[in-house]
Every structure is written in structure tokens, then in C-alpha cells.
């Protein structure tokens, strides 16, 4: 079953356009995607039906001012892009959900994770992080991990610059949390460092060792789908949702 509806966010000025799915009666997990205008080029529908899986989701498309909305709360690009990550997490987390759980009451109890693709999947990794008390799962698609606070130049370097990797690296761990992470080997061709691996990929692989060395585990709180060929566009991360939706989290009644 699939319903439409809409959100109005203030701070955004403007109505949130949401595409709800749910086919089973019963979900045992809620899941939020951000750029949900690229999940209707997918066959969500088709995947939860077919898969009879115990989740609800939502997909919140974006609006005109996406570089702006999404990103990091704490901080905006080199660029000035992102300045507004902050209120839309404030959407979210206020709103948004409050909001489901008015329509759904029965999803309050349920645990929430949140994905998404590019730089929807950068504002999802965010916003989970910071509030581990409301999520318990990150989703991030072809992640925009590169996310940076100065171009590149004689000033840039991964370790001081990427803002994603080193919020994290001065973060505190944060318990009970889970995370997938997916590239595909043509997701882009550009590579600064000229390692002969594309950007995207050393990104996520850099950003996994920071949730590794704060004490997550591979394939009991980290998952990392690299997909041959695969690339920014809407096929490949319908794979990679459907990889995501099989794991333990979205099938585990008993997961927070």
C-alpha cells in the first residue's frame, strides 16, 4: 500500500511532499529516505511486496533548495552549501516524526533508520549520529563523504578537511548504532590522490575506518556494499537498498 502525503516545514518554507509505503500490517521497523523524488524511479513498491518485509517507509522528496537543506548540522561546505542542514534536521526530528506518529501511532515503539543517496545519504549519516536517542541505523547510498571545508588546493588534506570523518573522529562513541554503506566502482572518476581508487570509494572506506576505530564491528554494526559497475544514478541504489533491506535490522523484531 502506498499513500501521499504532505508536511509543511517551517523553517524550510515549504510543504514536504512524502511517499508512504507499507505492506505489511504489522512493521517492525520504520525507515525515513531522504531525496525520496529518486525513489520513485526505483520499484520500492515492487521490492516490499515481493519481500514481504516488516517495514514502513517513508521517502521525503526534496525541494528546490536540496544544497542548502541537506549536508552537515554543524557546519557548511567550502561553498556555503548546507547552511540550512541544521533546520532541516530540526524538521525531522520535530516535526517529521511527530507527525508520523499523530498518522501512525502504533510506529512510536518502532526503531527508526534513516538512508539515503549522494548528498541525501550525508544528511542522513548526520542526523543519525546526532541523535543515536531517536535512530538506530544510517543509510548511505553513493555518500557525498567528500563533504569539505576548503576546495581543493596546497591547503586541503583528507585528514583536516573532510567534515564528516572528522566529526566523527572528535565524537564519543555512540552505542546500539548500525550502519550501511554503499559505492559503485563508476560511481565517479575523479581521484585527488591519485591512487587509482575513484574518491567515492576511498571516502567511504576512510569514513568506515573512523566508525572502526571508535569500537563498531564489520558485519555486526558496519556493512559495506561495493557494487561493480554501479553508478550515481537510481538503478544501482535500488540495488543497494534492496542489499540494505535484507540485513538483521530491517528483519530482527528484537533489534532497538
Known amino acids: 500500500m502506498i499513500w501521499n502525503d504532505f508536511v509543511y516545514a517551517p523553517g524550510l518554507d515549504r510543504e514536504v511532499l512524502l511517499d508512504i509505503y507499507q505492506f505489511n500490517e504489522q512493521p517492525k521497523t520504520l525507515l525515513l529516505l531522504n531525496d525520496g523524488q529518486e525513489v520513485r524511479k526505483m520499484d520500492l513498491a515492487g521490492l516490499l511486496d515481493n519481500l514481504q518485509l516488516p517495514v514502513a517507509v517513508v521517502a521525503i522528496h526534496a525541494g528546490s533548495a536540496r544544497l542548502q537543506e541537506y549536508g552537515v548540522a554543524s557546519q557548511p561546505d567550502y561553498n556555503g552549501d548546507g547552511a540550512k542542514a541544521g533546520v532541516y534536521t530540526t524538521f525531522i526530528t520535530t516535526v517529521l516524526l511527530p507527525a508520523l506518529y499523530n498518522r501512525f501511532p502504533d510506529w512510536k515503539s518502532l526503531p527508526v533508520a534513516f538512508a539515503g543517496f549522494s548528498l541525501g545519504g550525508l544528511s ?7 541523535h543515536p536517542e531517536i535512530f538506530s541505523f544510517a543509510g548511505v547510498c553513493s555518500g557525498s563523504l567528500w563533504w569539505r571545508n576548503v576546495p581543493l588546493g596546497p591547503d586541503y588534506s583528507d585528514a583536516n578537511n573532510r567534515i564528516m570523518h572528522k566529526l566523527i573522529r572528535e565524537s564519543d562513541y555512540q552505542p546500539g548504532l548500525q550502519f550501511f554503506f554503499q559505492c559503485g566502482t563508476e560511481d565517479e572518476t575523479a581521484d585527488r590522490n591519485g591512487n587509482g581508487i575513484i574518491d567515492s570509494i576511498d571516502d567511504t572506506r576512510d569514513l568506515i575506518q573512523e566508525l572502526l576505530s571508535k569500537g563498531y564491528t564489520m558485519d555486526k554494526d558496519i556493512w559495506y556494499d561495493e557494487i561493480a559497475g554501479g553508478r550515481h544514478d537510481s538503478v544501482t541504489w535500488e540495488k543497494a537498498l ?5 540485513l538483521p535490522f530491517f528483519n530482527d523484531p528484537g533489534r532497538k
Open 124 to 130: 542522513a549519516l548526520d542526523i543519525v549520529w546526532h
Open 242 to 246: 534492496a542489499a540494505m533491506l535484507l
